[in-house]
């Protein structure tokens, strides 16, 4: 028997748990193990419909997983996707974990 296997890429990231930092940081703990500290402001300001979420800190500090945990979710119905956040953690010479993380 002959099985053809399809692969459309990378698997992407789950997110286990996150919250909001000062300065528009993020803090995630990935379903797979880890933790990364990340600075969402450069993918905030990149797009309009996270608009609201970066003119307030109270509004980004309201951040929730998403329900299949692949993007944090904000109240106004902006998503950053978990792929963009394990990228922008790659990137980051900030990326580390923080000591005190109780999620």
């Known amino acids: 028997m002959n099985v053809d296997i399809l692969s459309a890429g990378d698997q992407i990231p789950r997110i286990a748990a996150c919250r909001a930092l000062p300065g528009f940081g993020l803090e995630v703990l990935w379903l797979e ?4 500290i990340v600075d969402a ?3 905030l300001e990149s797009r309009r419909v996270f608009e609201q979420v970066r003119s307030s800190e109270r509004m980004f500090s309201a951040c929730a997983v998403g329900e299949y945990g692949t993007c944090v979710v904000w109240p106004d119905g902006s998503e950053l996707s978990a792929l963009w956040i394990a990228r922008l953690a790659e990137e980051s010479s900030v990326a580390r974990p923080s000591p005190g993380l109780r999620m």
């Open 33 to 36: 193990g880890g933790t990364d």
């Open 41 to 43: 402001f450069p993918a």
